[in-house]
């Protein structure tokens, strides 16, 4: 497996994410050798949408020699590219999260397409504990602290699917919501821990009360923070930046990078942010009627 390719692109996730027979991949090939490739969720014959707990999906182009020009490579790229949006064209509703390593999306643009920049949050070097610690905000160190010196809570890993959902739902039921997509989650972590590719991690306190937990992801360039949440009444003892803590710490072992992959809601920015991540922008780009998407996510759930 090409180690440059996402694992939101991957067909494992794809398969856990999408449902098998819901997702298709583009290719662009070269004597036997993939140039190019975008996979797509396609929930409903006309539309390709972004399914469930996938952060990015969007084109990937294979390794560039190491002597390539700049100019070659964009104009390469820009090519594909095209061969991409010759293809869409079938389908009247796209959108799609592209990762934050595509930078280029002329294409798209003249093609009609539009695009929304979002931001996800990075922390580099994650093996350097000691530069993370100092690069952290005084509150999120607080928390830490907090919760693990003065609480006595201790983060245990592989904790079991039962409490890392009360947990997880407990914080939606906080906005009066249900948490999306569960039976889909459910899939996602269980394929995740089978491929050791992901795992769940749980903040205890003396008495054994849990009061935060976290799903992180794992591949070879990058680990990324699926999904967690903190119980509403243990909420301001601080276990959710403990619990995230940790599981960096403990994720580092596989790869360099962690992805909180962002919000665009003030208070979880600000979560984020104050790890000392780097904020870095990424595409939304979308074409057609809107309003089908929205339709045919209403009907079937999506």
Known sequence: MESSIPVF???WWLDAVCGEGKWDVLLVEEKDRILAAMPLYIPHPKIVSMPPYTQTMGPWFAPEAGDAKYTSILGRRQSLCKAFTDTLKKYPSFLQN?????TDWLPFYWEGYKQTTRYTYLLEDIKDTHHLWENMSQHTRRNITKAKDKLGIQVKRGISLEDFLRIYTLTFKRQQQKPPHEEVLKRLIT??????????WGAYDKEGRLHAVSFIVWQE???YYLAGGSDPALRDSGAHSLVLWEGIQAVSQHTD???FEGSMMPGVERFFREFGAIQTPFFTISRGERSLYYRVRQKFGL
Request: charged residues 40%; positive net charge; aromatic residues 12%.
């Open 191 to 200: 394929v995740c821990r089978e491929r050791k590719q992901g795992d769940l």
């Open 221 to 223: 360039s990058s680990a």
């Open 9 to 11: 692109s991957r067909d």
């Open 98 to 102: 592209f990762h934050y390593r595509i």
């Open 257 to 259: 990078l962690f992805d």
